[in-house]
């Protein structure tokens, strides 16, 4: 399957897509074994691209026998954007996607977004915050529309698989004038069903936490959020969905524990 939107159509006609967009060059984000993603410019447009160069037969049937779905293109986050569009969740617009013939373990494909111009990752709004703590109202404005978008995001059948904060980017506008407005990025691994299953719940919502647990917020704050993304008070949902929130917890503090063991964390957190 190709897709081209009417600028990239333009820009690219009579051209073979898989050719133009491998050739590009640009401001290099992420270059991993299978995978590149540039910041690229054309017709003085900024879009991101993600090349996927093919993961090998190895990594497929290691996947497999893991039970684990496994990414093997750019088909997977082209098809998510376009349903995410649907459902007026911001996330990046697909301008192209294309992908070769062959094999699963050797197909090139790549897909192109338009940038998210004017968003901040949480991450970096968040990064001072142990040194410089934010007022109670901005705490609690993020917590918020965190748990909203969550919230949202599940019930329209969709998972994440790297549910962190540096994921969830704010309106840079928006914020300006007090109010905190959100997107999503970074949906190669991202799925959708008919309804999230409990075990891809539990990971999207822990990974939530995990990347929040360094930042001062209370049990109060959390019981907060769990109110918000239930739509129940927190002690309905704690005792109507105790195994969730129980598990989201578990798995949040073991992630902590990994992070520390490797310096990925700041070590604020005290599970």
């Known amino acids: 399957m190709t897709y081209l939107r009417e600028d990239i159509q333009q820009l690219w006609q009579g051209q073979d897509p898989l050719e133009e967009a491998f050739a590009l060059q640009g ?9 590149r993603t540039l910041r690229v410019v054309l017709n003085n447009k900024a879009y991101f691209i993600k090349l996927h160069y093919g993961v090998g037969w190895s990594e497929v049937v290691k996947n497999w026998l893991q039970f684990k779905w496994p990414v093997i293109g750019a088909s997977n986050e082209f098809v998510v954007c376009r349903a ?5 969740i911001p996330a990046p617009v697909p301008a192209a996607y294309a992908a070769s013939s062959g094999s699963i373990a050797t197909q ?6 338009d940038e998210l111009a004017g968003y901040t990752s949480l991450e970096d709004i968040t990064d001072s915050w142990p040194e410089q703590p934010p007022s109670a109202l901005e705490r609690q404005r993020y917590l918020y529309a965190v748990a909203r978008f969550a919230r949202r995001f599940h019930q329209a059948g969709f998972i994440h698989r790297d549910f962190y904060i540096c994921h969830l980017l704010s309106n840079d506008a928006e914020r300006s004038v007090g109010n905190v407005s959100l997107a999503v990025l970074d949906l190669h691994r991202a799925r959708r069903f008919a309804r999230v299953p409990f075990r891809w719940l539990k990971r999207d ?3 939530l936490l995990f990347s ?8 109060r704050d959390w019981l907060r959020f769990i109110a918000i993304y239930s739509g129940k008070p927190a002690s309905v949902a704690l005792r109507e969905e105790a195994a969730l929130w129980r598990a989201v917890r578990q798995r949040a503090d073991k992630l902590y524990g ?3 063991r490797k310096g990925l964390v700041k070590g604020l957190y005290t599970p």
Do not use: Y
Request: charged share 30%; glycine share 8%.
């Open 27 to 35: 401001e290099v984000f992420r270059d991993v074994p299978g995978r």
């Open 84 to 88: 995410l569009a649907e459902e007026q």
């Open 108 to 113: 090139r494909s790549f897909v192109l977004s």
């Open 205 to 207: 919502l822990a990974a």
């Open 212 to 219: 929040s647990l360094d930042l001062g917020f209370s049990e």
């Open 258 to 260: 990994e992070g520390l």
